[in-house]
Structures are given as structure tokens and as C-alpha cells.
């Protein structure tokens, strides 16, 4: 793929959508562009937080290993982000990401990330959003599957 295809495809994601195009190539020149095959995993929960990958094409599931064993707890589509939690809060991955599809992803590396998010205020603001949505959704499954609980529970 050409680097100008890979910069429009990093406009098409939301926290890029602001950034100039000369600095969307450099991102693009400077990230490694991977290929996944279904069932293989991008990085394991636990793992060092070194990249956030983004997601060009394919689909993944987001998981969470568990003393009842494996959880999904999310989609990943084209367009989005993942493993930057562990960027920026510097701990180890907080999930698995694998792919359901041949997966096509741009990983950028944690250095050139951190200096887009100073370069870039706009940018952060975005992840906030994006950090913040999952939060909201998350919370309300948590809500839901308590609710769901509270009447066995008064039995």
C-alpha cells in the first residue's frame, strides 16, 4: 500500500482526524504496518505496553482472562484503536486482542504515540473521548449484570 493510502486511512480514524497530512505521513512512515490471521493475537493481556495498534482492517475480539476463563468484553472494527491504555497509564496490557478476520493494523510505537499526544492536544482530547465511552459502557454492563445478580441474591 502506498503511504498516501495508509495517511487517508489514518485520517478515517477519529483521533487522527484533526492532524495535518504532512504529519499523518510521518506517522505512517515512522509506524510498522502487520498482518494477523484469524485466531492470532496481536498482544496478551500482561504483556509490556509498547505500541498501540491501529486498526486498518479486519475485525478482533477483546478478552480478559478470568478464574472462570476466557471473557470477551469487546469488538474491535476498522477504524479504531487499541492497547493504549497501557501507554498511557505505563502498565502491562490490561487484555487480549485477537483477530476474527485477517487483520491489517498500523503499530505505532509507544515514543512516536506520547509525542503525538504532546504535538497534538486536539488528539488527547479525542482519546479522552474514546477512554471515556468505553468507561460509560462499560459501567453500564457492570450495572446490568449486577442488576441481573440482586434477585438471586435476595432469595
Do not use: W
Not at 498482518?35 to 492470532?40: C, D, I, K, V
Amino acid at each position: 500500500m502506498l503511504l498516501r493510502d495508509e495517511v487517508e486511512m489514518l485520517r478515517r480514524v477519529p483521533i487522527f482526524s484533526r492532524i495535518a497530512p504532512a504529519k499523518l505521513k510521518l506517522l505512517a512512515f515512522t509506524s510498522d504496518r502487520m498482518t494477523y490471521n484469524a485466531g492470532q493475537n496481536l498482544f496478551h493481556q500482561g504483556d509490556v505496553g509498547d505500541a498501540a495498534y491501529v486498526i486498518l482492517s479486519g475485525t478482533a475480539d477483546i478478552v480478559v482472562s478470568s478464574p472462570a476463563g476466557e471473557i470477551k468484553v469487546a469488538d474491535v472494527e476498522p477504524n479504531s484503536i487499541v492497547g493504549e491504555i497501557a501507554i498511557l497509564c505505563d502498565v502491562s496490557r490490561t487484555a487480549t486482542v485477537r483477530a476474527t478476520s485477517p487483520l491489517e493494523v498500523l503499530r505505532i510505537s509507544k515514543e512516536h504515540f506520547l509525542k503525538l499526544l504532546s504535538d497534538f492536544p486536539e488528539m488527547a482530547v479525542e482519546i479522552m473521548r474514546v477512554l471515556a465511552d468505553r468507561l460509560n459502557h462499560t459501567t453500564a454492563e457492570l450495572t446490568a449484570a449486577r442488576a441481573a445478580k440482586q434477585p438471586q441474591m435476595a432469595q
